[in-house]
């Protein structure tokens, strides 16, 4: 995904390339929120053209913190120990923030999710995160 839409900018600015495994996984979590929204919209708006306040209202379903906690859990064997390891970094982060509409242990599910996929993203494996992606949609298509 960088290759192909950042590296441009990247090379641009001379922007160093850090290990991903050395940001804090909070910031990991930040830019896999990210990542994780624009993949459910396209993922919806392919599903079928709808009226925006029903994407909106979909997206919901996959991006809500008990949603992201879900699907740690399914997936939770598929991941190798690097990937469990990011998950638990961001499990354990220390947010600062309350959560208000979701229990906060599914929220901090959710973070270690939201860790996984930036990590993967920023290492810019492209083919793991897309296994990833996809194995957070599969099986919830016939509630969409």
């Keep these: 995904m960088i290759d192909g839409y950042f590296k441009g900018i990247f090379d641009k600015f001379n922007l160093n ?29 392919h599903n079928g053209n709808s009226p925006v306040h029903k994407l909106h209202k979909q997206s919901i379903g996959f991006v809500k913190a008990k949603a992201q906690s879900d699907i740690i859990h399914l997936i939770w064997d598929n991941l190798d120990s690097e990937e469990q390891n990011i998950v638990r970094r961001g499990r354990n982060a220390k947010s600062g923030t309350i959560p208000k509409n979701a229990d906060v242990t599914e929220y901090k599910y959710a973070t270690g999710f939201e860790a996984l996929v930036g990590f993967l993203f920023l290492k810019e494996d492209n083919a793991r995160l897309m296994d990833i992606l996809s194995m957070s949609v599969s099986g919830r298509q016939g509630g969409i």
């Design 17 to 45: 390339k850090k290990d991903p495994g050395q940001y804090n996984p909070l910031v990991l979590a930040y830019i896999g929120d990210a990542v994780y929204e624009v993949f459910i919209r396209t993922f919806l708006i």
